[in-house]
């Protein structure tokens, strides 16, 4: 057991008895317990194959490689379209993780078999995804802007890319454009926090909602 989780579970609010039931679980799965970006990580051989976190509305298992797993309950999440690997098991209670236990543990069991197995989950590039007509002309009109879209993380880019292409409508694209530009040019993905209050860095975890709506 690690030190840092004890502490991290003792600070914990909201999700303190479903994190630690959760921990409990895993722990007889033949894993190693870890901490990484703030929060308890299980790793075998070095690799990481589950994390528990807790967000507003939910506990949650993260599976870094759970779009391999088989799913028979169907119960995995997507978190978003961008995320390709990770997949979530999402839980409001002690009382729902102790009806799935066995099930979690065979979650937990496989995705450690495909980590021995070495599996790759093949990704899409950014050049897969589509580039909307209106920040192709951006792109024209301002190098700079198009120079700094593109020293974004892939994953970042991926994430924009995505998000102004859902739009159906061009002056619906065009806005969304407008409306992260200065975030692009400060180097910053869709969901990163821009107030540096976050308890979740770099992501965003509404804690700027307490000073006003920062873009």
């Known amino acids: 057991m690690n030190l840092k989780v004890d502490d991290f579970l003792n ?3 909201v999700w303190k008895n479903e994190l630690s039931l959760l921990r409990e679980i895993i722990l007889v799965c033949d894993v190693t317990e870890d901490f990484k970006w703030k929060h308890p990580c299980y790793t075998k051989n070095g690799k990481n194959i589950v994390l528990i976190h807790g967000f507003k509305q939910y506990c949650a298992l993260l599976f870094y490689k759970g779009a391999l797993l088989r799913d028979p309950h169907s119960i995995l999440i997507q978190q ?7 997949r979530q098991i999402r839980f409001k209670n002690t009382e729902d993780i102790l009806k799935m236990k066995k099930v979690i543990k065979d979650y937990i069991f496989e995705a450690v078999e495909i980590e021995k197995s070495n599996l790759i989950i093949p990704t899409k590039k950014v050049s897969d995804y589509e580039v909307p007509e209106e920040l192709k002309i951006i792109f024209k009109e301002n190098p700079t802007f198009k120079n700094a879209f593109e020293k974004l993380t892939p994953g970042r880019q991926k994430g924009y890319l995505l998000y102004f292409s859902k739009a159906k409508q061009s002056s619906t694209r065009l806005a969304r454009i407008n409306k992260y530009t200065n975030r692009i040019l400060s180097g910053k ?10 308890k979740r860095m770099p992501n965003c975890d509404g804690s700027h909602k307490g000073i006003g709506t920062i873009s």
């Open 11 to 13: 600070e914990q609010e």
């Open 80 to 86: 978003t379209e961008n995320v390709q690997a990770g």
């Open 189 to 198: 993905g869709l969901n990163d926090c821009v107030c540096g209050l976050s």
